[in-house]
């Protein structure tokens, strides 16, 4: 607490409170705004403005200047010097007391405070000496500091007093803080200085980036090598935005070498052409450099090789942007209305784009930023982007209006630690976070560590956020300018961009309708890829209840205990007794581990939930993928036995429970036939009804077993299918697969299957075989020729 501040307030509350206008300011000694709209209200009502505000706009200055003209020694008004002796102890500087008027200490200060701006003491352009004028007292009236702040630039800095020195007596040229940092303020000084080279008059002069200026600084603003400051100033003042952009180059009036380097690391950084094509002209202040110097957008004519637009791309459109000169693609993975549509991806990759993907559900106002909403899209975009195959790349979530700074630090913030955490669900494939926003929302976000990537949206140049603000370090993409006949934003690429290629993709597959992470396309076109994807989106669900630190085995268990549910457990009495003992729940395993047992149960709560009621895949696959889930379950937890002869428990799951469905069948039928006719047309052929070993079936033994060995590889349950389709593209190379991995020739499997038919004792521990055979079992030459009448036929399906 700041005693003289206290009793400014004090003062200022004793003086206007009730008066009409004046809010009360808060007592607690610290200098804020607050305070300054205090101070400004308090000048105001002795100015008799009617309405007093916290703005010292173009009333306050006409009164101030009709009534007082400026205070020095001479001023009669003594309420109003005592505000300025407030205003001097609130901006640090020593005021005299309070209440006393105009003394030698006040005198001193204002002095002091002109230096700091680059004033000298008796330079007022109304003439007379350590004299407080309207603009001097508008500006005591901010929070404006006048020493170099932490981040600021020195050479800024003299730019800054510069500017305020030779341009303050111009109309609409208010004071620029000479803090050394890149501001608005500093920035709109800045444009109204060029304004004035370029002879605009004060009436014309607008601190804009508009026409007259564009043209002017084209026609007559180059500066280069040599060159120094004419009547214009404009080596000065190029001098001053490099300064302003971070590439500190002395106000020196003469653009020698060094001025000439910092021109090229700026041109370099935001990817010019004159650096990618090497000109000559590189490395001089050209009009394009000027305009990246000044505006978020640069010249919006500038060469860009990236669009983004709402629209599906058709293959003719995607080929004439290509052939337009544009590489990438900014794409929406959601919103219907807009999102990416079946078979766009490989559209834009067949064309030679890339793609950028961006995820936008509104977030175009304040009120859609929470932390909930952050990782609700975080999650939506993760499993959108799992379900078109988009590898390991960035997404860029979209803060799309003028947000601000103290947004940036707090809502939007919230919103980008939601975003992260949503992405997290996405386990198997990494995610990072891009950000659309203005220069200042992105640059806050990406030093919280919240955004890895910027996307500017700089065609937005009367953002406040865009105002006075550097580019960012991380900048990906900068959008600069719409083309509405061709409904797209054209965006300067930077080097740093990674937007998705083919080499990036998994399988995509073909959607047929609206956004739901479980509707898939049809069995007509894309289905496989389709039902592969499912299966990773189901273990991206997984790993969202389980918790990115779970044991990362337990998202492939849920989902095969999930698979089998419907048919081969939880489903009757009869059924959930063998199944939940042969496939038991993940957690029966895990006693010794109860933080993971109880994260298994609720997980497996959570995820049956969110996943819904689909459980079949048989859409996509010409098994019967609820079976193979069992299969490989229960080999994956009473194991393999590859070359085995004989028959284990995993086998049980698969080919072993099939073979006694077939054989009790058979004798179920009262024998109708020898078993080798009656195999030849029941075991592993198309819908044959009450077979209990359809080629479904078959299927489903082979393809499950392989991915279980896949498994032990160390693939998840969905990376494993992937690998075993992508080797075995027919279920017939993948039923001779399964024959060689799981037995290696027809004698081993003959064995396998006369042990497994034969043997009374075939029990595991939880009493299997009870269920496993309804009827007495083969023995003897029976078994024996049952086994060879099974394993021809199983050779017979190799063909």
């Not at 007596?169 to 444009?191: A, C, E, H, I, S």
């Not at 219907?336 to 890339?354: D, F, N, Q, R, T």
């Not at 047992?597 to 459980?615: I, L, P």
């Not at 697969?737 to 027809?746: P, Q, W």
Request: hydrophobic share 40%; aromatic share 10%; with cysteine.
């Amino acid at each position: 607490m700041d005693q003289m501040v206290l009793k400014a307030q004090q003062y200022i509350n004793a003086t206007y409170g009730g008066r009409t206008g004046y809010a009360r300011v808060t007592e607690d000694g610290r200098t804020g705004w607050g305070t300054m709209y205090g101070l400004t209200r308090g000048l105001q009502i002795e100015l008799g403005i009617a309405q007093p505000s916290n703005s010292f706009g173009d009333a306050t200055r006409a009164a101030f200047e009709a009534q007082i003209g400026r205070i020095n020694s001479a001023t009669t008004q003594h309420e109003v010097v005592v505000l300025l002796q407030c205003a001097l102890w609130c901006k640090g500087y020593g005021g005299g007391p309070i209440g006393d008027g105009w003394s030698e200490a006040v005198a001193v200060s204002v002095a002091s405070v002109r230096a700091r701006l680059g004033l000298a003491v008796t330079d007022d352009p109304l003439g007379g000496s350590a004299t407080v004028p309207s603009k001097l007292m508008k500006s005591l009236l901010t929070m404006d500091a006048y020493v170099q702040l932490t981040g600021g630039s020195l050479a800024l800095r003299a730019g800054q007093q510069w500017l305020n020195r030779r341009y303050w007596g111009r109309k609409n040229f208010y004071l620029v803080p000479t803090d050394g940092l890149y501001t608005r303020q500093m920035q709109q000084g800045l444009m109204y200085a060029i304004q004035y080279g370029l002879g605009m008059s004060d009436s014309v002069a607008n601190g804009n980036f508009g026409p007259g200026t564009r043209e002017g600084l084209a026609s007559s603003g180059l500066v280069k090598l040599g060159d120094g400051d004419d009547d214009r100033s404009f080596v000065s003042l190029f001098q001053i935005a490099l300064a302003a952009n971070g590439y500190d180059s002395p106000v020196t009036g003469s653009f020698d070498t060094s001025t000439q380097e910092a021109v090229l690391r700026f041109q370099t950084f935001m990817e010019m052409q004159v650096i990618k094509q090497q000109s000559p002209a590189a490395g001089r202040g050209d009009f394009d450099t000027w305009a990246a110097l000044l505006v978020s957008t640069g010249n919006p004519d500038q060469h860009a090789t990236g669009f983004d637009t709402n629209t599906p791309l058709t293959a003719s459109v995607a080929a004439a942007r290509r052939a337009g000169g544009f590489l990438v693609a900014g794409r929406y993975l959601t919103v219907a209305s807009k999102a990416l549509a079946p078979g766009e991806i490989e559209v834009i990759h067949g064309a030679g784009l890339k793609l950028a993907p961006i995820f936008q559900n509104y977030n175009n106002a304040a009120t859609y930023f929470t932390r909930a909403a952050g990782v609700d899209h975080g999650q939506q975009a993760a499993v959108r982007a799992r379900e078109l195959g988009i590898g390991p790349s960035t997404i860029f979530f979209a803060v799309d209006y003028d947000a601000t700074g103290d947004e940036a630090s707090s809502i939007v913030r919230e919103y980008f630690e939601g975003v992260v955490q949503g992405l997290r669900c996405s386990a198997a494939v990494r995610y990072g976070v891009g950000i659309y926003a203005t220069r200042n929302v992105a640059a806050a976000i990406s030093q919280a560590g919240l955004a890895e990537a910027v996307w500017v949206s700089g065609m937005s140049t009367g953002y406040s956020g865009n105002l006075g603000f550097r580019m960012p370090e991380n900048w990906h993409y900068n959008q600069i300018q719409e083309l509405k006949d061709l409904n797209i934003d054209r965006n300067v690429v930077s080097h740093r961009a990674r937007p998705v290629g083919p080499e990036i993709m998994t399988a995509a597959p073909v959607r047929d309708g609206a956004f739901h992470p479980l509707h898939w396309g049809s069995k007509e076109v894309g289905s496989e890829r389709a039902g592969l994807m499912k299966l990773q989106v189901l273990a991206e669900r997984c790993a969202i209840e389980a918790g990115v630190d779970g044991p990362a085995v337990l998202s492939s268990e849920l989902i095969m205990f999930w698979l089998q549910s419907e048919s081969y457990a939880l489903n009757d009495e009869l059924k959930t007794l063998p199944w939940e003992l042969y496939t038991p729940r993940y957690e029966t395993t895990l006693s010794t581990v109860p933080t993971i047992m109880a994260r298994a149960v609720s997980a497996r709560r959570a995820f049956f939930e969110a996943a819904g009621d689909v459980h079949a895949l048989d859409g996509w696959y010409e098994g019967d993928f609820q079976h193979a889930a069992a299969t490989a379950h229960g080999a994956r937890i009473w194991g393999t036995t590859p070359g085995s002869g004989r028959a284990g428990v995993g086998d049980l799951g698969g080919w072993g429970l099939d073979v006694a469905q077939a054989w009790d069948n058979y004798v179920s039928a009262g024998k109708p036939q020898p078993f080798r006719a009656w195999a030849a047309t029941h075991v592993g052929q198309e819908d044959v009804s009450l077979s209990g070993f359809s080629r479904s079936d078959a299927i489903a033994d082979a393809d499950g077993y392989l991915v279980a060995l896949a498994m032990e590889g160390g693939a998840t349950f969905a990376g494993a299918w992937a690998q075993v389709l992508a080797s075995h593209p027919t279920w017939q190379q993948r039923w001779r697969a399964f024959l060689t991995r799981r037995f290696g020739s027809h004698e081993v499997l003959t064995q396998a299957l006369e042990h497994l038919v034969s043997v009374s004792n075939l029990l595991p521990p939880i009493g299997w075989a009870r269920w496993f055979f309804v009827h007495e079992h083969p023995v003897g030459a029976e078994a024996r020729a049952v086994a060879q009448v099974l394993a021809d036929r199983f050779y017979d399906l190799a063909e």
